[in-house]
């Protein structure tokens, strides 16, 4: 079963504009990682953020994780053609090993 | 710097044909992963391993088999491949999790499979 579902399905923005994108999960989690794909590629990491952690920050991106609604967003602010992508979130089921993903958030950039 | 790799880049296989999907990681990380990706329904887990030996099943083993006999080294079965296994497969690896990167995936960069 899926466990993190990610909202909206598909975003258009122009450059410059800021991105949100959230994702729902079902059970109890260690942590929860956004990853990058690129049309075709395999998947980046981008950002993991502990259960025990509210906001965390890396370059243009800002993700914050609610652990009581089961909700994280992405936010990716200034965004750039280059940001064209998809998202996912992930996470893992309480003490095991494996991940699950979403279904993504296609990302268009106009420039 | 971190490496998955996964044998093949693109294959064509005919319907009943056993294929393999081979994949090496450069990290000595314990945890491997087999995906299946396709437009619409995202990634889906089709098996995973914790160490040698071992494997768990994922949300749609059906058709599917793994091989673990090293640590660096995944390998998918697709013991008679039919068409509605036509996809993208993506295989991954990690540390458990606990560590300072928790259980950062690591993916190659993909297999296109097509059953005809």
């Known amino acids: 079963s899926q466990q993190g579902e990610e909202d909206p399905q598909a975003l258009s923005i122009q450059e410059g504009e800021n991105a949100t994108m959230n994702c729902s999960y079902k059970?109890?989690?260690?942590?929860l990682q956004w990853y990058r794909q690129n049309s075709g590629r395999g998947l980046v990491h981008l950002i993991l953020?502990?259960?025990?952690?509210r906001e965390k920050h890396s370059g243009r991106l800002r993700v914050t994780l609610d652990t009581s609604k089961k909700s994280s967003s992405l936010l990716i602010t200034a965004s750039r053609a280059a940001d064209t992508a998809s998202y996912f979130c992930?996470?893992?089921?309480?003490?095991?090993?494996?991940?699950?993903f979403g279904a993504g958030t296609r990302l268009t950039v106009k420039p | 710097d971190v490496k998955v790799t996964q044998s093949s880049r693109y294959l064509v296989k005919r319907t009943g044909e056993k294929v393999f999907l081979e994949c090496v990681q450069d990290?000595?990380?314990?945890?491997m992963f087999w995906y299946r990706q396709d437009p619409g329904l995202g990634l889906r887990l089709i098996y995973f391993?914790?160490?040698?030996?071992?494997?768990e099943k994922g949300d749609i083993p059906e058709g599917y088999s793994v091989s673990r006999e090293k640590k660096e080294r995944f390998s998918l079965i697709l013991e008679s491949a039919s068409t509605n296994q036509t996809s993208m497969y993506l295989c991954?690896?990690?540390?458990?999790?606990?560590?300072?990167?928790?259980?950062?995936?690591?993916f190659g960069e993909g297999s296109w499979l097509t059953v005809v």
């Open positions: 059970t109890s989690i260690n942590n």
């Open positions: 990290m000595d990380h314990e945890n």
């Open positions: 953020i502990r259960s025990n952690e």
């Open positions: 992930a996470t893992d089921a309480y003490n095991n090993n494996d991940m699950r």
């Open positions: 991954a690896s990690s540390s458990p999790p606990g560590g300072t990167s928790g259980n950062t995936i690591y």
């Open positions: 391993s914790y160490d040698v030996k071992m494997k």
